[in-house]
């Protein structure tokens, strides 16, 4: 079966400098990877998406991922944050092998990063 | 363009009250989905749509029935209102399977 970790409830960094929130994957076939945002009280937002080609993704706001198959993880990173990213953040996997509910995205448990000035 | 609109905002319910949260996108997507949203634990699914006609439970669809009679329109129906219903509901959509999903703003339910 699919499965995704985020290891840390939550990440503080300081404004200016770079940032990394961590996604494990675990899947039988070939991986599809995403990462979204989530403000207080709004609905989560898409940043970028793995499905094949260059491991590194760009994506929204200066955000970036590295995919790295040997690892199986799907880190996001950014090299200079912002106070207005702090937020919550889900990396989320979809299993290419599998289709009908065994193919659905399926949701870390998201990490909150907060950015101080 | 609207996107996904889901309503209500909020809602309190009494215990064995039934009720639907209606969402609908104007994306002329395929894909819609329901999830809910507990703190500390992500976003689980409850049921999803591949086209008007066609549903399919996901994780979590124990206590919830969906229809899709239009392509527009993926409303989420509990029946008995229960306490561990208690959450923040998300509807999404996507284009494809593969696609990444819209989200609505989300509606969240308190059962008391």
């Known amino acids: 079966a699919q499965s995704v970790a985020q290891p840390e409830d939550q990440v503080n960094v300081a404004e200016g400098n770079p940032l990394t929130v961590k996604c494990t994957y675990s899947v039988s076939g070939n991986p599809y990877l995403f990462w979204y945002v989530q403000y207080p009280n709004r609905g989560l937002q898409f940043l970028l998406k793995y499905i094949t080609g260059d491991n590194l993704v760009k994506g929204s706001y200066g955000f970036e991922a590295e995919f790295n198959k040997s690892q199986t993880s799907f880190h996001l990173k950014k090299p200079s944050a912002l106070v207005s990213d702090s937020a919550l953040y889900f990396c989320?996997?979809?299993?290419?092998?599998?289709?009908?509910?065994?193919?659905?995205?399926?949701f870390g448990k998201g990490t909150k990063l907060s950015v101080k000035p | 363009n609207a996107g996904v609109t889901q309503t209500p905002k909020f809602r309190i319910l009494k215990i064995g009250q039934s009720m639907t949260l209606q969402c609908a996108q104007d994306m002329n997507h395929n894909y819609m989905y329901w999830y809910r949203q507990d703190p500390g634990m992500g976003l689980k699914l409850i049921y999803y749509s591949v086209g008007a006609g066609i549903t399919d439970k996901g994780e979590v669809p124990n206590g919830y029935n969906v229809s899709r009679s239009t392509t527009e329109d993926f409303p989420l129906r509990l029946e008995l209102a229960a306490p561990s219903q208690t959450s923040v509901y998300f509807c999404?959509?996507?284009?494809?399977?593969?696609?990444?999903?819209?989200f609505g703003e989300g509606s969240r339910l308190t059962v008391l």
């Open positions: 989320a996997v979809r299993d290419g092998l599998w289709g009908g509910s065994q193919g659905n995205l399926i």
């Open positions: 999404a959509s996507s284009p494809l399977k593969t696609g990444e999903l819209f």
